[in-house]
């Protein structure tokens, strides 16, 4: 203790320049966090040794999104010198907690796309894989919410203006990145045509390295986020003639590729400088990949027995068209022999089916930008066309394809044609990939009978199940340690490993003094979340009220809407005095809608609207509350998921991939209320179905609805209570003097057709949460129920899933020594 409390003084003095007397949280903090730095360096330069000594196969996730959130509780947790550093800092006179309350949330992702590319670095950081994370590091990460008149306003997120202690920026190590120009093509000895690209503009890559540690393994991986850097510091003729702000216009020009996360979940806004973050991000990150690979070997073809890249989604796609123009263009190699190698080194983690999410890149785009690629995907496109034909009028493939050849090739073909001729991205992902993956099994069999059908019938082999997980240091461990001593108290800390040791628990499930032990725990995180409540939002919170939480991006295919009409229908019926039995419960809100999706803005202005009617109205305050977090994050879900009781789950079943929110309140104990959808399903049937609540119609019944004429307005006229409920919503009864503010909600629903089934599931719901409110008063059996929720949650450890990738994707191990947990 005294050598960190040491350590600490000496980075507030030297690193800071600050005098240690000053009792600076701020500087605190930063000098914590570079005395945790300096405990991580010396064991991340043996990891990234141990993998040359040992020539290690190496694995490379691309993800243009992470969700690291904060560090410092984690890397102490990691390191197992938290207590130590809480009694140094105690003794420094500071609390571990506010100083951890100085860190910035690193919010360089969307949602759960982005912070599952965090939890996988983290599993692969523990289990002694050869990880390696790439991304963007974005100036500005996602917006940060507040609220203003119940409406959502987005302001900027400055996160790296107060520095960011954790990164080693890494300014001599600069690769450049080319974009527009020309193709020239030429011919080589052997009489066949080469091509060379020269490009008309250049900017430069350069890495910042955050260092991931593995828990108590003495490994630790590499983050590695690019950051756009000019190659041009001034231009002299403007400076020269007196021009000062032209001459730096030019630099100001390139460094923004990576100035700004684009704010945008599961919508695609095709934007030339998003094609250009993800070009700028992936020739970096080959160009590395390569020179790593060739400082041990000559021989391009034993790319894939030494390296395994991970595409997170299509974001970085274009990494196929790059390796094979750098295999084709520099290496010299023959098309096949280059196509082979890409393909046995790519797979694609495919992260959803809706529609608008599947990114298509226009063709004069690609055209103009990266001409050289372009060449390259019509080639790819080319050959796979002749490919398919030759499949279709085999046998294999069985009559369906042949019969059909021409309208197969349009609709498998690389490029589309309308509404404007376009890359398919997720085309070339699944082409130059020998590994497609799903999310959840339910996810992944959509994929191969609807989404990617055609595909399948190609590749039988090909698509495969890999559902997600998380990680159990920060989601259980480091968020909540009141349930988590009170876990290791009696079956030791093997669980945060090795998470199927939770069984362990189920015998007791039945022990009262266990349970009410379980309960304490519980209640200690409801007043904490209700101090923060207090802090942050001036609300008083009953913790004798249910938890019930509803956190994610705001969509409406994950259904707030639903959730609202049971908040205003519960209203009507406390007001109307038809809710003697009802259960007080406190419902949350929290999540960030995309700045340009109208629908989603106002379904918070309407959470917000009904909120201050609701909290206001002494009829019914004591017993319904509605509480609206802004800006949902990592840190706030730490806390916020520990004291939750009940998880809402209740997408439109077929529409949510996986979740991963629903996975970090089941392990935190809470009671899921859901739809059968996403990785809800699997967890049911791990918990058992009994367990949780789960209502509403699924993806089968749904598309069989649609089929035969799905008519919301037959709920609308049939159901009383949801008809008031839409008419109030409708009327200005939550919008005073604003008339219609919410009618577009209810139109979408009554007359756009309502795409999500919301009123199809209302009914259901509404019965769903009454036995939620019936449990609840008993609350042994309530109690009882979630403690085997969270002993059944094994399965669901980010750590199961990357081992999967390991062995039946990537064909790696992890490194020896570090199997069992012993450090190198
Ligand atoms: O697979 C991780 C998550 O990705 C999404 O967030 C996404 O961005 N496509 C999905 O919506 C989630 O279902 C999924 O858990």
Redesign the pocket.
């Known amino acids: 203790m005294e050598g960190l409390k040491k350590d600490v003084i000496r980075h507030v003095v030297s690193s800071l320049g600050s005098d240690y007397a000053s009792k600076s949280a701020y500087n605190y903090y930063n000098a914590l966090a570079l005395a945790v730095r300096d405990r991580l360096i010396d064991n991340w330069i043996k990891t990234q040794r141990s993998y040359y000594d040992e020539k290690a196969k190496r694995v490379y996730y691309l993800s243009l999104e992470y969700l690291p959130g904060k560090s410092l509780m984690n890397n102490l947790h990691c390191l197992g010198i938290y207590e130590t550093a809480r009694k140094a800092m105690s003794d420094l006179g500071f609390s571990l907690e506010d100083l951890a309350e100085q860190e910035w949330d690193a919010g360089l992702g969307?949602?759960?796309?982005g912070r599952?590319a965090s939890c996988f670095l983290d599993s692969m950081a523990t289990l002694g894989i050869p990880g390696y994370g790439y991304g963007i590091r974005y100036d500005y990460g996602i917006f940060h919410q507040v609220i203003e008149d119940g409406k959502q306003v987005e302001q900027a997120d400055n996160w790296m203006r107060v520095g960011n202690p954790w990164a080693y920026e890494r300014g001599q190590h600069l690769f450049p990145v080319r974009f527009f120009g020309e193709v020239k093509n030429w011919t080589d000895e052997y009489g066949r045509l080469r091509h060379t690209w020269t490009a008309g503009d250049t900017v430069l890559a350069m890495p910042c390295d955050m260092l991931v540690p593995g828990w108590d393994n003495h490994h630790v991986i590499n983050m590695r986020l690019w950051s756009a850097r000019s190659d041009v510091e001034f231009d002299l003729d403007f400076f020269n003639t007196g021009n000062y702000l032209g001459a730096v216009e030019e630099k100001i020009f390139d460094e923004k590729i990576s100035k700004v996360l684009y704010p945008s979940?599961?919508i695609e806004e095709g934007r030339e400088l998003r094609l250009k973050q993800q070009y700028f991000f992936v020739t970096a990150t080959i160009q590395d990949i390569l020179r790593r690979f060739r400082k041990k070997h000559q021989d391009m073809t034993e790319l894939p027995q030494s390296v395994a890249i991970q595409l997170n989604?299509t974001h970085p796609a274009i990494a196929i068209a790059e390796l094979m123009r750098i295999l084709l263009d520099e290496d010299l190699l023959d098309w096949e022999v280059a196509w082979d190698i890409c393909v046995s080194t790519f797979a694609y983690t495919n992260?959803?089916i809706l529609p608008e999410?599947l990114e298509t890149w226009p063709v004069s785009l690609l055209e103009r930008m990266l001409p050289r690629h372009m060449q390259i995907i019509y080639e790819i496109n080319a050959r796979f066309l002749r490919e398919v034909e030759r499949v279709a009028r085999s046998e294999d493939c069985g009559q369906l394809c042949h019969r059909d050849l021409d309208h197969l090739k349009q609709r498998v073909s690389l490029i589309q044609e309308r509404p404007i001729k376009s890359v398919r991205m997720a085309h070339l992902a699944i082409i130059g990939s020998h590994s497609v993956n799903g999310?959840a099994a339910l996810h992944t069999e959509l994929l191969k009978a609807r989404v990617f059908d055609d595909f399948q019938r190609l590749y039988p082999q090909k698509i495969n199940n890999k559902t997600?997980g998380v990680t159990p240091r920060r989601w259980l461990w480091s968020a909540n340690q009141p349930l988590s001593r009170l876990i290791a108290s009696h079956i030791g800390t093997g669980f945060v490993r090795n998470l199927d040791e939770l069984t362990q628990l189920e015998p007791l499930a039945a022990d009262p003094a266990f349970r009410e032990a379980w309960r304490a725990a519980k209640l200690e995180n409801k007043q904490r979340l209700q101090a923060y409540i207090k802090r942050k939002l001036m609300r008083e919170l009953h913790t004798e009220h249910l938890f019930d939480v509803h956190i994610k991006r705001i969509h409406e295919y994950k259904r707030q809407v639903l959730n609202l009409l049971h908040v205003v229908t519960a209203y009507n019926r406390l007001r109307h005095g038809q809710a003697a039995d009802f259960t007080p419960r406190t419902v949350f809100f929290g999540g960030k809608a995309a700045p340009s999706y109208f629908m989603a803005k106002r379904i918070i202005h309407a959470i917000n609207a009904v909120a201050a009617t609701v909290n206001a109205d002494s009829r019914v305050n004591d017993k319904l509350q509605v509480v609206y977090l802004p800006n949902y994050c990592v840190s706030q879900a730490e806390r916020v998921i520990p004291a939750t009781e009940l998880s809402e789950q209740i997408s439109t079943a077929g529409m949510?991939?996986?979740?991963?929110g629903n996975m970090k309140f089941a392990l935190n104990g809470a009671l899921t209320i859901g739809t059968w959808d996403?990785a809800t399903i699997e967890m049911a049937q791990a918990i058992g179905p009994e367990l949780l609540f789960i209502f509403g119609m699924r993806e089968d019944e749904l598309v069989s609805l649609r089929q035969h004429g799905y008519n919301p307005m037959l709920y609308y006229h049939g159901d009383e209570e949801l008809r008031e409920a839409l008419d109030m919503l409708r009327s200005d009864a939550f919008s005073p003097g604003q008339h219609g503010l919410f009618a577009p909600l209810v139109d979408n629903l009554l007359h756009g057709g309502d795409r999500f089934f919301v009123l199809a599931d209302y009914r259901q719901y509404l019965g769903a949460q009454q036995d939620v409110g019936r449990l609840y008063l008993d609350q042994e059996e309530w109690t009882r129920r979630s403690i085997l929720n969270a002993a059944r949650m094994g399965f669901f450890s980010s750590d199961r899933a990357i081992s999967q990738y390991a062995r039946e994707i990537w064909d790696v191990a992890p490194m020896a020594g570090l199997q069992n947990g012993k450090g190198a």
């Open positions: 969307n949602g759960g796309l599952l979940d599961q989604d992260h959803t999410a999310v997600n949510e991939a996986s979740g991963t996403g």
